[in-house]
Each structure stands twice: as structure tokens, then as C-alpha cells.
């Protein structure tokens, strides 16, 4: 592969990853209700989903997936129904908590961070298309595609854990304003927000329309 291809799949990426989009608001909104570093678990569902089609790509999978977009949509409307239910229980919560429950609430566990991050990525249309459609496109012209679809499906893991790290940050400085129950509150019903915007951006994306 030349230089020019990388480079072109390099500068793809990044816009890709700064663009906020599912797991921009996904991230933020973890570390905004919990801290940078419980945020991590999130980021390592979104890049562990995201590993999966990578490797589906590398093993001549990626046309199985597009094939099928009926079948993939119930994956998708899962995940969407499931970040929304954890958004709207986020928002309910803080708007129904006491000033003493919000001081003392306790974050979420790293299992569930991890796989509401994971559920909303795997059914993600953009990431299914990015991963099994724009990925193999770069490595169709080399002598080695498989070797290139890993290659460059896991140097766009690192890309992509670099700029949700700074949005995890980003976030986790938002949350340290909830240093009172009212702040507090807002905070917890913004990042629920943040959550059912995620899941909103997924259900307005289908495989059949592309």
C-alpha cells in the first residue's frame, strides 16, 4: 500500500472520529455521570465491537453483514431501545432524587458501561459500513487485503481511543461542576440526554438506505 492510500484512510478516519456522532455522546456522557476513568470501560466496549468487524472484514465476512440489513436492523432497534431505556432511567432519576440521593448515588458498575457501549456499537450503521465497506475498500488494491483490513482496522482502534480519551476528559471536567445537588441533577439529566441522543443518531441510520 502507497503512502497516498494510507494517508487518505489516516485523514478518513480522523474526521470520522472527531465528528460527534453515537459514541461521542455515548463517552461524554459516561464520564460526564462518572468520572474519565470509569469512562474507559465504555470506550473498550465501543473499540471491542468495533474489533469484531475489523476481523469480520479481514475473513471475507463483511458482505454477510450487508446482505442482510433486515436482520441487522433488529440489532440495531436493540441496541436503540436499550440506550434509550438507560437514558430516560437516567433523566427520571435525577429529576425524581433527592438532594441527599444525589450526593451519595453511586456510579455505574464497569459491566454496564462496558456493554451498553458495546450493544450500541455493534448495532451501528455507520460502524458496520465504515469497518465492512469503507475499510476493505482502501485494502482491495494491495497484495495482501486481509493483512491490510487488520492492519488498518486496528491503527483506526488506537485513532479512534485517542480521540474518545480527550472527549472522555472533556466530559469528566463538565460533571466536576455538579458540586451541588441542583448542578447535580442537571448534570445526571444531561447525560441521559446525551444517551437517547446516541441512540437517536443509530435510528436514523439503516443499512437500506444507503
Known amino acids: 500500500m502507497d503512502f497516498a492510500a494510507v494517508l487518505a484512510f489516516a485523514l478518513t478516519t480522523f474526521v470520522i472520529d472527531i465528528t460527534p456522532g453515537p459514541a461521542v455522546l455515548k463517552v461524554t456522557g459516561d464520564a460526564m455521570g462518572n468520572g474519565w476513568r470509569p469512562a474507559q470501560l465504555g470506550i473498550i466496549g465501543i473499540l471491542a465491537a468495533n474489533a469484531i468487524y475489523v476481523m469480520a472484514a479481514a475473513l471475507g465476512l463483511a458482505g454477510l453483514f450487508l446482505a442482510f440489513p433486515a436482520l441487522f436492523d433488529v440489532v440495531k432497534w436493540a441496541g436503540v431501545a436499550y440506550l434509550a431505556w ?25 459491566t454496564q458501561l462496558f456493554r451498553s457501549s458495546f450493544v450500541m456499537q455493534i448495532g451501528n450503521p455507520k460502524a458496520l459500513l465504515y469497518y465492512c465497506a469503507i475499510l476493505p475498500a482502501f485494502a482491495a488494491l494491495t497484495s495482501a487485503p486481509a493483512f491490510w483490513i487488520v492492519a488498518l482496522g486496528f491503527t483506526g482502534l488506537f ?9 472522555s ?3 469528566s471536567r463538565l460533571g466536576r461542576f455538579a458540586t451541588r445537588a441542583s448542578v447535580k441533577r442537571v448534570i445526571d439529566a444531561l447525560a441521559g440526554m446525551l444517551l437517547i441522543g446516541a441512540a437517536a443518531m443509530i435510528a436514523r441510520t439503516s443499512l437500506q438506505s444507503r
Do not use: D, K, Q
Not at 87 to 92: H, L, P, T
Not at 159 to 167: D, K, M, N, Q, S
Open 169 to 171: 476528559l472533556l466530559g
Open 86 to 110: 438507560i437514558g430516560i432511567g437516567e433523566i427520571v432519576s435525577a429529576w425524581r432524587a433527592s438532594e441527599t440521593e444525589l450526593r451519595t448515588r453511586p456510579a455505574a458498575t464497569p
Open 159 to 167: 485513532t479512534e481511543y485517542a480521540v474518545l480519551f480527550i472527549y
